[in-house]
């Protein structure tokens, strides 16, 4: 019997030959992530379960990253509660300030997740390990408490649909622009409880890097995961890296999907996503109008190196619009050390651009970066919600890097070649 | 069980953060979070809302984040239970994990308008105006997902599990 890459992984934790969609299955999880958002409450429903210690202590990973370095009192309370739980169960892979990352950006890293693995993440944007060719998903704080117990998790085998990418990739036009273009063709709840597949010559062309940025804005098409078959790229990327073994899966080609869409990338122009919904795109030479007062890049969508290195060849030569400013975050410590060797940092830094400790803070309206009144944003992260970066009459748009680092210099949306 | 209430209504594609916005996840206690229960959505609604009022919405309801504080934010208020088009995927398995009554019915949500006093029958599904006197029914709760309610909620759920394995 065919099946997609997402039942084959769902079979194998689920100890079963074969799953269709809509059946209800229990599966073994590899992994379980909190943050210091979700993990307090976790932590909290853990302990009315009533068993002694986590299922395994090298499985479940903690990550304080939304408001660190703690941002006021409260912060800091719930932090304390997850130094304190990782102590007590003797957890190896909680992450300090000054070790840590955005959790997303952290896993594939560390090599905590590889390809085949099944993760749940009391984070909606755990599923971008799907990038790694893995079935990851974000679930709630009870969700993941009883995976800590339990080692387990229900789930429903979602429908795949599968998206075809063909065409050579424009310059410019990357993985942020190929998913956000998507959700503009299905709408935010275009892909509700399926899977998405990314298949196609442009994904088979696009980085380790991309694929993950894809895959993490999977949810804001309403999916419960995105995924792209593992190949030799993700070999080079996961060889010395994976803590566990792993294991590639593929679609067999006669699998069944709810739906195959076809795009041709080769004419596409990095896209904006207007306020209030990520499905609101638009190309870049639609929206250069638009005035802003702050541009963020970074977030477990885009705070990688390949994004760090598109913004400073972008920005080579220029400076930030006095009437901005410009905040540049490092999704990690290593990607942070990185960027520092590459002479990216001192880039930004003469270009007149802010560079932070890796944090999730402004991409959520959590701390640094708080929008005011009336303030426009353009940022690399996944979400442009009313109030989503601060006051609820401010605005967020969504971009690519290139885009985000040539908007901080002209002061407006505006496309790469603009500044060229 | 019969949930009633005056209902408010929203529209599509309500997200988390209007629900519970960012600013107070600082904090995970139910009595704070109701305090500011939609207040991105509509500013008075912490003022407004009654004990046993129902929530109506659109698609796509509770998309976004994977916070439970949204549910937990809802049912803190007082809400007796939200009915919309659709629910984002993982709010729906927060609200059933936490014991939040939820109901997706595209002709409920189409034809209840905001202040119209409602009754669910959540066993059955049906979904009665008392105001316009007409009658509507849900989706099916899968019964897995009804074990998960008589358990109190995943936590009773896993706990019940725990202690039949510990007997056999």
Same mark, same amino acid.
């Given at each position: ?420 | ?23 107070? &996840? ?5 009595? #704070?979070? %109701?305090?500011?229960?939609? +207040?991105?959505?509509?500013? @008075? ?54 014991? &939040? ?5 595209? #002709?409920? %949500?189409?034809?209840?308008? +905001?202040?119209?006093?409602? @009754? ?49």
């Amino acid at each position: 019997m065919a099946m997609t890459i997402t039942e084959k992984i769902l079979a194998a934790h689920a100890g079963m030959d074969r799953v269709e969609p809509g059946q209800l299955i229990n599966v073994q999880v590899d992994l379980a992530l909190g943050n210091d958002i979700t993990a307090p409450v976790a932590i909290r429903e853990f302990e009315r379960i009533g068993v002694e210690t986590v299922w395994d202590r090298e499985r479940v990973v903690l990550v304080p990253d939304h408001f660190v370095p703690n941002k006021d009192i409260k912060s800091a309370e719930q932090v304390k509660g997850l130094r304190e739980f990782a102590r007590k169960h003797q957890l190896p892979h909680f992450y300090e300030v000054g070790r840590m990352g955005v959790e997303h950006c952290l896993l594939p890293e560390q090599g905590l997740v590889g390809p085949g693995d099944l993760v749940i993440g009391a984070d909606s944007h755990t599923c971008t390990y799907g990038g790694l060719g893995a079935f990851s998903t974000g679930v709630g704080s009870t969700d993941l408490a009883a995976a800590m117990a339990l080692g387990e998790t229900w789930l429903k085998v979602p429908e795949s649909i599968k998206f075809v990418y063909y065409g050579e990739l424009p310059r410019w036009v990357g993985g942020k622009d190929l998913i956000l273009y998507t959700i503009g063709q299905i709408g935010v709840d275009g892909a509700l409880y399926m899977a998405m597949e990314f298949t196609g010559p442009a994904i088979e062309g696009l980085g380790i890097e991309g694929r993950l940025t894809m895959a993490n804005m999977a949810v804001e098409a309403g999916a419960k995961n995105g995924i792209v078959a593992p190949d030799e790229i993700t070999r080079r990327y996961v060889e010395g890296r994976a803590k566990r073994p792993y294991t590639f899966y593929q679609s067999d080609p006669d699998a069944r999907y709810a739906q195959v869409i076809e795009i041709d990338v080769s004419k596409l122009e990095p896209q904006i996503a207007f306020p209030h919904l990520p499905e609101n795109t638009r190309p870049v030479s639609e929206a250069a109008d638009v005035t802003i007062d702050q541009v963020v890049i970074g977030s477990c969508t885009n705070g990688r190196l390949s994004d760090l290195q598109l913004a400073a060849e972008v920005l080579k030569g220029h400076r930030v619009s006095d009437n901005l400013r410009l905040l540049v975050i490092p999704g990690t410590q290593d990607i942070y050390m990185q960027a520092l060797r590459e002479g990216l940092v001192e880039q930004f830094i003469e270009a007149g651009a802010a560079v932070s400790t890796p944090t999730c803070g402004p991409c959520l309206g959590g701390h640094m970066g708080i929008l005011a009144k009336g303030e426009r944003a353009l940022a690399t992260t996944n979400r442009n919600f009313v109030g989503r970066m601060g006051h609820p009459e401010s605005e967020v748009y969504l971009c690519n890097p290139a885009v985000a680092a040539a908007s901080a210099v002209l002061g407006r949306i505006a496309a790469p070649w603009e500044v060229e | 069980m019969m949930l009633q209430g005056k209902t408010w209504k929203f529209g599509a594609d309500v997200d988390t953060d209007a629900i519970i916005p960012a600013r107070y &996840l600082n904090t995970s206690d139910p009595a #704070e979070l %109701a305090k500011h229960c939609m +207040e991105d959505a509509d500013p @008075a609604f912490p003022t407004k809302v009654q004990p046993g009022d129902i929530i109506i919405a659109g698609k796509n309801f509770g998309c976004g984040s994977s916070r439970e504080h949204a549910p937990i934010a809802i049912k803190a208020a007082g809400v007796s239970c939200v009915i919309a088009k659709s629910f984002a995927r993982i709010f729906y398995r927060n609200a059933f994990n936490i014991g &939040l009554p939820i109901f997706e019915s595209v #002709e409920a %949500a189409e034809a209840i308008q +905001e202040g119209d006093e409602v @009754a669910v029958d959540s066993a059955q599904g049906v979904i009665k105006n008392l105001t316009k006197n007409e009658t509507y029914k849900a989706t099916p709760v899968p019964e897995f997902m009804q074990q998960i309610i008589a358990a109190g909620g995943l936590i009773g759920y896993v706990s019940e599990r725990l202690r039949g394995a510990k007997q056999a």
